[in-house]
C-alpha cells in the first residue's frame, strides 16, 4: 500500500505560476513512476505528466513547455511547477504512484486559475 498526500492547490491568476507537491509514505521501495493527473469539471480525467525514477518524464502536449514535473526520490516527492497558467488549467490534480504492478491516488488538489 503507498499513501499519496497532495497539497499546495489554490486560487491563481492566469499567466502566474504555482507548485504542487505530493507526499508518498508507505511502500515506497516498488514505486517506479510518480505522476499528475487533472480532472476539469465536466471532462474526464487526464495525464498531465509523469516521471519514473530514473528521471524519464512524459507531459500532455496541453503542458509543455509550461509545466515541470520532477521528483524527491530520497524524500519520496513528487513536484509539479505550473508557469503560464490559463483558465482552461483549472482542475483538480491528482498525484499517482505506480508500485508493485499497482496505481496509487491521491485525493485531490483544486488548482482554479482565474481573475
Known amino acids: 500500500q503507498v499513501q499519496l498526500v497532495e497539497s499546495g492547490g489554490g486560487l491563481v491568476q492566469p499567466g502566474g505560476s504555482h507548485r504542487l507537491s505530493c507526499a508518498a509514505s508507505?511502500?515506497?521501495?516498488?514505486?517506479?513512476?510518480m505522476g499528475w493527473y487533472r480532472q476539469a469539471p465536466g471532462k474526464q480525467r487526464e495525464l498531465v505528466a509523469v516521471?519514473?525514477?530514473?528521471?524519464?518524464?512524459n507531459y500532455a502536449n496541453s503542458v509543455k513547455g509550461r509545466f515541470t514535473i520532477s521528483r524527491d526520490n530520497v524524500k519520496m516527492f513528487v513536484y509539479l511547477q505550473m508557469n503560464s497558467l490559463q483558465p482552461e488549467d483549472t482542475a483538480v490534480y491528482y498525484c499517482?504512484?505506480?508500485?508493485?504492478?499497482?496505481?496509487?491516488w491521491g485525493k485531490g488538489t483544486r488548482v482554479t486559475v482565474s481573475s
Open positions: 499517482n504512484v505506480g508500485s508493485g504492478g499497482m496505481h496509487y
Open positions: 516521471i519514473t525514477v530514473t528521471g524519464n518524464t
Open positions: 508507505g511502500n515506497i521501495f516498488s514505486i517506479y513512476s
